[in-house]
């Protein structure tokens, strides 16, 4: 059963650029989490979806960042414009039946370097 | 405002003995704990987790340990081994109103020595 997979597992951007992250969850996961890890910090939430709705975005920086998680297809993490402190490593997390009850796992992460 | 927090940076401890990392939450809210283990470049392992109506779970070498009432938990690793060298992260949840969102401390790096 293959665990969450991420990709790119590096992303390279100047500033300005688009950076799309993408993520699959686990296999008969249909929760998914975005975190992002600042450099010598620990993991801060920024989203949580369900398939094809955000239930709760109120950790993502209300302009340039963007997610989603279609019908088919990974859950995408868009930064827009992006700037030297969106430089990080952006983690995705799957659950199976939702927050009440599961333990989330953690995908491998994109990490993103912004020139 | 850093509600979980994991105030030793780094751990050092010899193969075989017991190693205790600590984690303290200020978020009475708080209902569920887990602690994840992370390698460089490699991301989060879920390593064990508690529930509040609980004050131990054990599994393996691993068992964590909830005093509610001190708003404190601590993972035992007992007996460390050379390949539990990683950076370990504590993580809490309060389940019922923030939706599963994880709230993070920033970690430990423990070091296992031969």
């Known amino acids: 059963n293959a665990g969450v997979m991420q990709n790119p597992r590096h992303l390279v951007r100047r500033r300005g650029q688009e950076a799309r992250l993408r993520c699959s969850p686990m296999?008969?996961?249909?929760?998914v989490y975005w975190y992002r890890q600042l450099p010598e910090e620990g993991l801060k939430f920024m989203v949580y979806?369900?398939?094809?709705?955000?239930?709760?975005e109120s950790g993502m920086p209300k302009e340039r960042f963007s997610a989603e998680f279609p019908k088919e297809g990974p859950s995408i993490l868009r930064i827009q414009q992006v700037v030297r402190g969106d430089s990080a490593a952006y983690f995705c997390?799957?659950?199976?039946?939702?927050?009440?009850?599961?333990?989330?796992?953690f995908g491998p992460g994109t990490r993103l370097t912004v020139l | 405002d850093q509600q979980v927090k994991q105030n030793s940076p780094s751990l050092s401890v010899q193969e075989g003995r017991i190693s205790i990392l600590n984690c303290d939450y200020t978020n009475s809210m708080f209902d569920y704990f887990l602690w994840y283990k992370k390698y460089p470049a490699e991301g989060p392992t879920f390593l064990i987790s508690?529930?509040?109506?609980?004050d131990k779970n054990e599994d393996g070498r691993f068992t964590v340990f909830l005093n509610k009432s001190a708003k404190h938990l601590s993972l035992h690793i007992v007996p460390s081994q050379p390949g539990d060298s990683a950076v370990y992260f504590c993580a809490a949840s309060d389940r019922g109103s923030t939706l599963g969102r994880l709230y993070f401390g920033r970690g430990t790096q423990l070091t296992v020595w031969p």
């Open positions: 296999k008969g996961h249909s929760h």
């Open positions: 508690i529930s509040s109506i609980k």
């Open positions: 979806l369900q398939k094809e709705n955000i239930i709760d």
């Open positions: 997390a799957s659950s199976p039946t939702g927050p009440a009850s599961d333990t989330q796992y």
